[in-house]
């Protein structure tokens, strides 16, 4: 994908989901200031002004946790692993040329605040693997592709908010092989 497409996509991204994509906390609680305390289930571990994180549960593989809009207390993801308690007060960046050494694990969906689907995918050790869908607000397919240890791979779809396929990129290893762009010709 062009830079320029890929700055206008991560400038949505970040307009889009404000402050799931950011590596700073504006707010620690308290209680998770130090490494000795233990969160309890049902605590919201996570607050940088737009977005809260609650603790649903402590399990083998990790914290499950699951973030909300704080303003709405819609969900802004369905329920995902973070594997290290040290990283539970932390939004991390996702920017979809780079998913790896992500603090998450498992399956991971995002959601507008109008509860319409943004984003799925996978996260295995720590990076991307598998399928990869994004939304537009409208519901509208945004882009399809699959990752392999983080990096973009095989043959990707990019449609416009009307549903219009307008480009397909193929990615070897994360790095654009060919690139078609579809001309829609409607009205003429």
């Not at 780079?98 to 399956?107: A, D, R, S, W, Y």
């Not at 779809?157 to 193929?170: A, C, D, R, S």
Request: aromatic share 14%; net charge positive; hydrophobic share 35%.
């Amino acid at each position: 994908m062009s830079k320029t497409i890929l700055h206008a996509l991560l400038v949505f991204f970040t307009i889009s989901l404000p402050c799931f994509a950011t590596t700073h906390v504006s707010y620690i609680i308290p209680s998770l200031k130090t490494n000795a305390s233990t969160p309890k289930e049902g605590q919201i571990v996570a607050d940088n002004g737009t977005l809260y994180r609650k603790l649903l549960k402590i399990t083998p593989s990790g914290y499950q946790v699951q973030n909300f809009y704080k303003g709405t207390q819609q969900k802004q993801t369905n329920p995902f692993i973070i594997k290290d308690k040290k990283n539970l007060s932390f939004f991390q960046d996702l920017e979809i040329d780079h998913l790896q050494n992500l603090i998450f694990e498992g399956p991971l969906t995002l959601w507008f605040n109008n509860n319409t689907k943004f984003m799925s995918l996978y996260i295995k050790d720590g990076n991307a693997e598998g399928a990869f869908h994004m939304y537009y607000l409208n519901g509208q397919p945004q882009i399809d592709g699959q990752y392999k240890a983080g990096k973009a791979e095989g043959l990707w779809y990019y449609w416009n908010g009307k549903g219009e396929l307008e480009q397909k990129i193929y990615y070897k290893q994360g790095n654009r092989q060919w690139q078609k762009n579809i001309i829609n010709l409607h009205g003429l």
